[in-house]
C-alpha cells in the first residue's frame, strides 16, 4: 500500500496490495467492499497485479478499508519495518513520534524505543517510506528506513516466490497421492481382467478404503486452501471459485464416503464411488494455479528489469572525500563521483570531467552520449570510459527512471473501458453456475435415467468445475501488463490503461512542428560562395561575425563551420541592426551578415543569388546574405530540419489508413512548404496554444477521434484537450505531465509502434475475452448434459477440471504473446543521430562553389 497521492481532480488516490483473490467474482466483491466504506470516491481493483486503487472524496480511509477488505474475505499484508530516529532525548519525544508516525495514512500502529532510538511501524501492505520520514522530520527530528531489505517491492516478490513454493509443494503432494487412485481406476475401467483380479485378491472395499485413505489427504491437504477462502465466502452468501471447487469436489468426495463406508443407504444400482473425481480435480486446479502463477509473474518482469537499472550504491562526496553510500542516502545537492563502468546513481548536472554514456535505457540510441561541465545526467544510465563529478538535482521518486516506473506501474494497474462489460457479467457469474449446478441435479435427478441420483451428481459436479471466472478476470488486466510492460522495453510509456484503448481508433494524427518534426534548433543547412571567395575562409569571416550575436541564426551559423572545424577569428566593432543583420570588421575585412533588405540598405547587389534564395524560401529555409568589404560573397540557408526518422514515420501513419495534420505557430509559407515536402494532409499554422486547442476540436470534427504529438510547454493544453495526447519525451516536464503516453526517444517512429501495439494489445484482450466467454458459454451446457440426449455424450468432473485449468492457463499464456511484439519501425542505426545528420548537411570539409544545396 502506497501513501495517498494528489489527484488533478483534488481527490486522493491510494493503492493497496490484496491477498486471496483467484477470479474476477473476487475482484467484484472487493470492488463492492471498498465501494461501500464512507468517504471512498471509487475502486477499482486488478486481479493480475492484485492490487486495489481507491479515490477518496476526502481524507484517506485506510484503516476503514483494510477492514472492508478483510471483512469481504480477503487480507492486506500486514508489514513492519524499523526507521532509525535521531534527535530523541526523552520520553515527550517518544510519544511524538509515535503520534506523528501514527497519522501517517496507512499506519496501523508504531512503537518507539528510545534506548534503541528504534521505530517499529506496522502497516497493512508496503510500509510508506517518504510519508513517515516527512512526519517524523516535521515533528522535529530525523528517521530513515533501517535496512533497504525492506523495500517494498521486494517483499513482494519475496511474499510470491514464497506462494509460488506453497504451490508447487501442494500440487507435488496431490499429483503423489492422486496417480495411484487415478491409475487404478483407469486400469478398473480399461481392462475388465484387472478388474477381476483386483476384486478377487484385494476386494472392493479394499481398494475403496485406499481411495478414501489418498483422497481424504487429498481433500484436506493440499485442497485446504480451497476451504479456507471457498467456506468463508460461502457464510458471507459471497461465493467465489473457491467456493464452487470446494463444493464440487466435497460432493464428490462424500458421497464416495457414503458410498464405501454406508453403502445400504442408497438407492439400488447408486453405490459408486468418485474418490478418484475429487483427488484429480484438486491435483488439476492446483496445476492450473501453479501454471497460471508461474506465468503471471512473467507479466511483471518489465518492471523487474527497470528497478534493476538502479544503482544500488553512490559514491558521495562526504566531509572532503568520497564514499560509497547506499542509494536511499543520497541527498539533493550532494556531489556525486562517477568512474568508468559505473551507472550513474541519481539524476544531475555534470560539474567538472567528461565521459561518454550509454543513455540507451532512455532514448533507445545505441550511441553513447557526450557528458562535459553544464551536461544533464539521468540516474540509471551507463558510464563508459571517462570519469566526472555531478551535483545531485532529482533523487529517488524524482528521477526520471523512478518516474517511468511509476508510469508504467500506473499503466499496469489500470482498468480499460472494455472491462467494464466483464465487471457486470462477472457479479452475477458464480451464483449463477451455482443456480445452473443445483438444476442441473434437479433434472437429471428427475427425467434422468438410472442411475439418476449417479449421474445427476456427476453432472453437477462437472458444471461447478467447468465454470471459470478466473479466465475473464485475467483477460484484460493481464494483456494490459505484458503490452504495457513491452511498450516500455520499446520506450513508449502509456500514463494510463483508456489511453492504450483510444489510441487504437486514432483517425486523425495531428502533430506539432518545431521540436516533433524537426529537431527543434536553426542548422546552416547551406552555403554557397561567389566566384573568386574561398567557402571555408568565407565561411570563417561570417562566423566570426556571428559568434558575437545571442540570435538562434547566429548560433546556428557559428555551429556550423564550429562542426567543419574553422578557426574563428576576433571580430572588432561589432553592430547588430535588429530585424536586418550584423556587420564587424574580422582580420582587416568589413563583414556584413543579413536579409535581402540588409544588403540593398548596404548597396549591394544580391541578384546573383535570387534563383537560389527563392528555392531555399520553397523549402522552408532562411536566405541570407553575406558582403566582404562591400562585395557579395555568399547566400547561406538557415532552417530547423527534419528529425532523420520523420519522413518514414509519416509514411508509416498514411499506411495505417491515418490522416496526418501539422498544427504550428509558424507562418504559413513554412508550414506549408514543409507539408508539402512530408506530404502531411492538413496544415494549420499561425496559431498560438489556445489556437491549438481549437484547431484540435476542428480536427474531431465528425466524431474523428484525434491524437495529438507535441513536445512544447505550448503544447500542453493541446496534448490535454486530444483523445490521447503523446509527448516527446526529450521534451518539457509539462508537456509529458499534460500527456496520455510518452516518447522517450523523440523518435516520431514511436507514435506508429505505440498505435500498432495498441491495436495488438486491444486484439490480445478481444481474443481472451472471447475464449473465456466461449468457453463457459459452450461447455457449461455441455457438463450439465446438453449433449446426452443426441449422443450420449457427458463431460466427466476430472475432464471439467483439466479444462477450467487450461482456461486460465491458455489466456495468460495468450497475453504473453505480446512480448514478442516487434516494433514495425526502428530507431536509426548508430551514425544516424543529430550531429552525423549535421555533418551530411554540410559536408566533412569545404562546399564547392558550383552546389546548390549541401544536403
Excluded at 466 to 489: F, H, K, N, Q, Y
Aim: proline share 5%; net charge negative; with cysteine.
Amino acid at each position: 500500500m502506497n501513501a495517498p497521492v494528489k489527484l488533478e481532480s483534488g481527490g486522493l488516490s491510494q493503492s493497496f496490495p490484496i491477498e486471496g483473490m483467484t477470479c474476477a467474482s473476487c475482484v467484484r466483491r472487493v470492488e463492492q467492499a471498498i465501494g461501500k466504506v464512507p468517504g471512498v470516491a471509487s475502486a477499482s481493483v486488478n486481479l493480475a497485479t492484485e492490487r486495489a486503487d481507491v479515490t477518496y472524496e476526502g481524507s484517506p480511509q485506510t484503516n476503514a478499508v483494510v477492514k472492508a477488505i478483510q471483512a469481504a474475505g480477503y487480507e492486506v499484508p500486514a508489514e513492519a519495518s524499523e526507521f532509525e530516529i535521531e534527535g530523541m532525548t526523552c520520553a515527550s519525544c517518544v510519544r511524538r513520534v509515535e503520534q506523528a508516525i501514527r497519522a501517517v495514512p496507512g499506519v496501523l500502529d508504531a512503537s518507539v524505543n528510545l534506548a534503541t532510538e528504534r521505530a517499529t511501524v506496522t502497516v497493512a501492505g508496503a510500509i510508506p517510506v517518504t510519508a513517515v520520514e516527512a512526519a517524523v522530520r516535521n515533528a522535529g527530528y530525523e528517521a530513515r528506513l533501517a535496512s533497504a531489505a525492506s523495500d517494498a517491492a521486494q517483499r513482494r516478490e519475496e511474499a510470491k516466490e514464497a506462494e509460488l513454493g506453497q504451490l508447487r509443494r501442494d500440487l507435488s503432494i496431490a499429483a503423489v497421492l492422486t496417480l495411484p487412485i487415478f491409475l487404478i481406476d483407469m486400469g478398473i475401467h480399461l481392462f475388465p481382467g484387472f478388474h477381476h483380479w483386483l476384486g478377487m485378491t484385494v476386494g472392493d472395499r479394499a481398494v475403496y478404503v485406499l481411495f478414501f485413505v489418498l483422497a481424504t489427504i487429498v481433500q484436506f491437504g493440499p485442497g485446504l486452501r480451497f476451504y479456507r477462502k471457498g467456506v468463508p465466502a460461502l457464510l458471507r452468501l459471497a461465493p467465489d471459485m473457491n467456493s464452487l471447487v470446494v463444493i464440487g469436489t466435497s460432493a464428490a468426495w462424500t458421497y464416495s464416503v457414503v458410498a464405501t463406508f454406508l453403502p445400504s443407504i442408497l438407492p439400488a444400482g447408486t453405490v459408486n464411488v468418485y474418490f478418484e473425481a475429487s483427488a484429480v480435480i484438486v491435483t488439476l486446479i492446483l496445476l492450473g494455479r501453479y501454471l497460471e502463477a508461474k506465468a503471471k509473474g512473467r507479466t511483471s518482469e518489465a518492471i523487474k528489469r527497470l528497478m534493476g537499472l538502479q544503482a544500488k550504491s553512490a559514491r558521495v562526496e562526504r566531509d572532503g572525500a568520497f564514499v560509497d553510500v547506499p542509494l536511499e542516502d543520497v541527498r539533493v545537492g550532494d556531489v556525486v563521483q562517477v568512474r568508468p563502468g559505473d551507472k550513474v546513481p541519481v539524476d544531475g548536472i555534470v560539474l567538472r570531467g567528461a565521459s561518454f554514456v550509454d543513455e540507451a535505457m532512455i532514448s533507445g540510441e545505441p550511441v553513447p552520449v557526450s557528458k562535459g561541465e553544464g551536461a544533464e545526467v539521468i540516474g540509471g544510465t551507463i558510464n563508459k570510459t571517462g570519469s566526472f563529478v555531478f551535483r545531485a538535482a532529482k533523487v529517488g521518486a524524482d528521477t526520471l527512471l523512478a518516474q517511468i516506473i511509476r508510469m508504467v506501474e500506473a499503466a499496469q494497474g489500470s482498468k480499460l473501458p472494455i472491462q467494464a462489460m466483464v465487471d457486470r457479467v462477472t457479479a452475477w457469474f458464480v451464483p449463477a453456475v451455482m443456480v445452473a449446478a443445483a438444476l442441473t441435479f434437479v433434472v437429471w435427478l428427475v427425467f434422468g435415467p438410472e442411475p439418476a441420483l449417479t449421474f445427476g451428481l456427476a453432472n453437477a459436479v462437472a458444471v461447478l468445475i467447468i465454470a471459470c471466472p478466473c479466465a475473464m478476470g485475467l483477460a484484460t488486466p493481464t494483456s494490459i501488463m505484458v503490452g504495457t510492460g513491452r511498450a516500455a522495453e520499446l520506450g513508449i510509456l502509456f500514463r494510463n490503461g483508456e489511453a492504450l484503448q483510444t489510441l487504437r481508433s486514432s483517425q486523425v494524427v495531428a502533430v506539432d512542428k518545431t521540436g516533433t518534426l524537426t529537431l527543434g534548433r536553426p542548422e546552416l543547412t547551406d552555403f554557397i560562395v561567389a566566384e573568386g571567395f574561398h567557402p571555408d575562409e568565407a565561411l570563417s569571416l561570417i562566423a566570426s561575425v556571428e559568434a558575437q550575436s545571442e540570435h538562434p541564426i547566429a548560433a546556428a551559423i557559428t555551429n556550423g563551420a564550429k562542426n567543419r572545424e574553422l578557426q574563428l577569428e576576433e571580430a572588432q566593432d561589432f553592430e547588430a541592426v535588429p530585424g536586418f543583420g550584423a556587420t564587424a570588421i574580422v582580420a582587416g575585412r568589413q563583414v556584413a551578415v543579413g536579409a535581402d533588405r540588409y544588403m540593398e540598405r548596404l548597396g549591394v547587389d544580391v541578384g546573383a543569388f535570387r534563383d537560389q534564395a527563392s528555392e531555399f524560401g520553397r523549402k522552408a529555409k532562411t536566405p541570407l546574405y553575406a558582403a566582404i568589404n562591400g562585395q557579395l560573397a555568399a547566400v547561406l540557408a538557415v532552417a530547423d530540419p527534419m528529425k532523420p526518422t520523420t519522413p518514414q514515420a509519416i509514411r508509416a501513419l498514411h499506411e495505417l489508413g491515418l490522416k496526418v495534420a501539422m498544427i504550428t505557430g509558424d507562418n504559413r509559407r513554412t508550414a506549408e512548404a514543409i507539408a508539402a515536402e512530408l506530404g502531411i494532409d492538413e496544415v494549420v499554422a499561425e496559431v498560438l496554444p489556445d489556437g491549438k486547442v481549437e484547431a484540435i476540436r476542428r480536427l474531431r470534427a465528425g466524431n474523428r477521434v484525434v491524437t495529438f504529438v507535441g513536445d512544447g510547454i505550448n503544447d500542453a493544453p493541446a496534448l490535454a484537450e486530444a483523445d490521447v495526447g503523446i509527448a516527446i519525451g526529450t521534451g518539457t516536464d509539462i508537456a509529458i505531465e499534460s500527456a496520455d503516453v510518452v516518447l522517450m526517444s523523440g523518435d516520431l517512429n514511436g507514435v506508429a509502434n505505440a498505435i500498432g501495439l495498441s491495436k495488438a494489445t486491444i486484439e490480445n484482450i478481444r481474443q481472451n475475452l472471447f475464449w473465456a466467454f466461449a468457453y463457459n458459454t459452450v461447455l457449461i451446457p455441455v457438463a450439465a448434459g446438453a449433449l446426452y440426449p443426441l449422443w450420449g455424450i457427458l463431460l466427466s468432473p476430472q475432464l471439467a477440471a483439466g479444462a477450467m485449468a487450461l482456461s486460465s492457463v491458455f489466456v495468460v499464456g495468450n497475453a504473453m504473446r505480446l512480448k514478442r511484439y516487434k516494433a514495425p519501425l526502428q530507431s536509426p542505426d548508430a551514425g544516424s543521430g543529430e550531429a552525423s545528420a549535421t555533418a551530411r548537411s554540410l559536408g566533412t570539409k569545404g562546399v564547392s562553389p558550383a552546389a546548390s544545396s549541401g544536403r
